[in-house]
């Protein structure tokens, strides 16, 4: 039977003890890219341009939230949670220190 534990990613992350390390090591830090990745897509669609909005979206009354940069921005946002646990562990070993 396969060994299966969470690390100090959180419940979601699963860890097999028997699995491919390459694999592993690669998923490590592919939680690590969402957030980034969206800022760059945020900042591309605002400096390039979106392009046009929907014609329903437009004709509706298109509210501040609606287009692809403040998407982009608020998902950049929700996957700043491995960032922010990565940077807590780190002040929290430099001050025992």
């Known amino acids: 039977m396969t ?7 959180g419940p979601g992350a699963i860890r097999c003890e ?3 390390a390459a694999a592993t090591g690669a998923a490590d830090w592919l939680y690590l890219a969402a957030a980034p990745t ?3 897509m945020a ?7 979106g392009g046009s909005p929907d ?3 437009s004709v509706a009354g298109a509210s ?3 287009g692809m940069v403040p998407m982009y ?4 946002a929700f996957h ?3 960032w922010l646990k990565r940077i807590s562990s780190r002040r929290g070993r430099t001050h025992r220190s």
Request: charged content about 10%; proline content about 6%; some cysteine.
């Open 80 to 82: 700043l949670t491995p």
């Open 43 to 49: 900042l591309l669609t605002g400096v390039l341009g």
């Open 38 to 40: 969206f800022a760059i």
């Open 64 to 66: 501040p939230l609606s």
């Open 55 to 57: 014609a329903l979206c």
């Open 18 to 20: 028997n699995g491919n």
């Open 3 to 9: 060994k299966v534990h969470t690390d100090s990613r």
């Open 73 to 76: 921005l608020l998902m950049s």
